[in-house]
């Protein structure tokens, strides 16, 4: 007996058909809208990355954009999907795992699509998983893509400048008036300590320069706007994202950032946080595996929990001497 098959069909113009369109429609809700993220007449050849704005797909599902909003955060917050609403770029890493290419020749199509994609951030964490599943294939596959009029802004041909900073520049935060660093919570200042910018260690491989890049403009952009201007990748903070690769993924890494920054607590706008200090520095949410993998895998339940679950986690910090009385 043959194994039974996970895939079907689908045809994109099911959204518009007269018939489907003339059924009963569901409120706005987060599994109605993946459907449509994953099959909707915006998508291309290229599985799971399309241009598409949010007023755009809201208006095509007929919803207000507040509600296509809502169910979309919902998506976001489960680690499915990303968007850049600025440059209106969707996407939808695992797609690919799905929709695996039969040949070479089509992985150069998908080059051609994905090249007229604007450079943000999901684009690069989408070019990251997808040169991950070429790899499972063959190298042919990472040929075809790599060798298809590469781009200069692609992670093969990009060159990677080191940071500059001015000599007195310092990076202030919105709101909180203190800041920990390496576990220690300094004195009343105007922002953090200024950080010398510094290259990554040659002796890093490239693909791994490129992930820890990718966690470190995730962290930038999940926390925009807690700190004027994006923390620097320092060597410090390069050594600890590359330590944590060691055992998780890209994608669980930026979890870790974005279910921190959901907690009041830690960004130092929660009243009970009464010292206003920032604790979600790259440098603690990457300090060992065990703190990473805590907030990677934390639930917005636990997150809500209040002052019991603030309380606890203050008072194991200090137990443990990294954060002062």
């Known amino acids: 007996m043959a194994p039974p098959s996970y895939f ?15 059924l009963s429609a569901p409120q706005p809700n987060a599994q109605t809208l993946w459907n449509y993220l994953l099959t909707g007449p915006h998508t291309t050849g290229l599985p799971g990355l399309y241009v598409a704005g949010e007023a755009m797909l809201a208006e095509a ?18 680690g499915m999907a990303t968007a850049d609403w ?6 939808i890493h695992n797609a690919i795992r799905y929709n695996m290419p039969q040949s070479p020749k089509v992985v150069k ?6 090249d007229s994609i604007p450079d943000c951030l999901v684009k690069r ?4 998983a997808l040169r991950h599943y070429l790899g499972t294939q063959s190298e042919a596959f990472l040929r075809a893509f790599d060798d298809f009029n590469t781009p200069k802004g692609s992670f093969k041909n990009e060159t990677h ?17 203190k800041v920990i660093e390496n576990g220690i919570i300094s004195k009343k200042i105007t922002g953090t300590k200024k950080e010398k910018p510094r290259q990554i260690k040659m ?23 807690i700190w004027d201007k994006p923390l620097m990748l320092t060597e410090k903070r390069t050594s600890a994202i590359g330590a944590r690769l060691n055992k998780f993924t890209v994608e669980e890494l930026c979890r870790a950032c974005n279910n921190i920054r959901l907690s009041p607590y830690h960004v130092g706008t929660d009243p009970k946080n ?38 606890k986690w203050l008072r194991e910090e200090q137990r443990l001497g990294t954060i002062n009385e």
């Open 8 to 22: 079907r069909k689908i045809d994109i113009r099911i959204w518009s058909d007269s018939k489907f369109v003339g």
């Open 61 to 78: 599902i007929g919803w207000h954009v507040d509600d296509f909003r809502h169910c979309f955060l919902e998506i976001q917050e489960s």
């Open 86 to 91: 600025r440059l209106r770029v969707v996407g």
């Open 109 to 114: 199509s998908w080059r051609t699509q994905f």
């Open 125 to 128: 964490q989408y070019e990251l």
């Open 161 to 177: 400048k080191p940071d500059t900073v001015d000599e007195d520049e310092v990076i202030p935060a919105k709101t909180p008036t």
């Open 203 to 225: 002796g890093i491989p490239q693909h791994i320069k490129e992930k820890i890049e990718v966690v470190i403009a995730h962290y930038n952009n999940v926390f925009a706007d």
């Open 274 to 311: 009464l010292s206003g200090t920032v604790y979600a520095t790259p440098d603690f949410i990457f300090r060992n595996d065990g703190n990473t993998e805590k907030w990677a895998m934390m639930t917005k339940a636990t997150l809500q929990a209040g002052e019991t679950g603030a309380q």
